[in-house]
């Protein structure tokens, strides 16, 4: 399931790049370095796209306690993937019970 995370994060942060990850630390890891060079060059992009797949506040501000730019990034990265999984979870579970009307 980190995979469809990834590959939902690769599109909505246009990462170019053809990598496929073995692991969810190893996608953590390559969208980490990702993040850190938007954290240097292109901060507002990567804060619209923690916005728009509705990482919270408080966590983001946490993340950026973390000190320096590469465990701010580790972090965010972090934070990102788990959001994804969760909706893709969420998507799963609402499928199985048919879309149906609660």
Same mark, same amino acid.
Do not use: C
């Given at each position: 399931?980190?995979?469809?995370?990834?590959?939902?994060?690769?599109?909505?942060?246009?990462?170019? @790049?053809?990598? &496929?990850?073995?692991?969810?630390?190893?996608?953590?890891? &390559?969208?980490?370095?990702?993040? @850190?060079?938007?954290?240097?060059?292109?901060?507002?992009?990567?804060?619209?796209?923690?916005?728009?797949?509705?990482?919270?506040?408080?966590?983001?501000?946490?993340?950026?306690?973390?000190?320096?730019?590469?465990?701010?990034?580790?972090?965010?990265?972090?934070?990102?993937?788990?959001? @994804?999984?969760? &909706?893709? &979870?969420?998507?799963?579970?609402?499928?199985?019970?048919?879309?149906?009307?609660?």
């Amino acid at each position: 399931m980190y995979l469809e995370a990834w590959n939902r994060l690769k599109d909505r942060f246009e990462i170019e @790049e053809t990598y &496929k990850p073995q692991t969810f630390g190893d996608a953590a890891d &390559k969208l980490s370095e990702y993040f @850190e060079h938007l954290l240097r060059n292109d901060t507002s992009k990567l804060m619209n796209g923690l916005y728009r797949i509705d990482i919270k506040e408080d966590l983001v501000k946490e993340a950026f306690a973390e000190g320096n730019m590469a465990d701010i990034a580790d972090a965010l990265a972090r934070l990102a993937l788990r959001r @994804e999984w969760e &909706k893709q &979870k969420m998507r799963e579970r609402w499928s199985k019970m048919g879309g149906s009307d609660l």
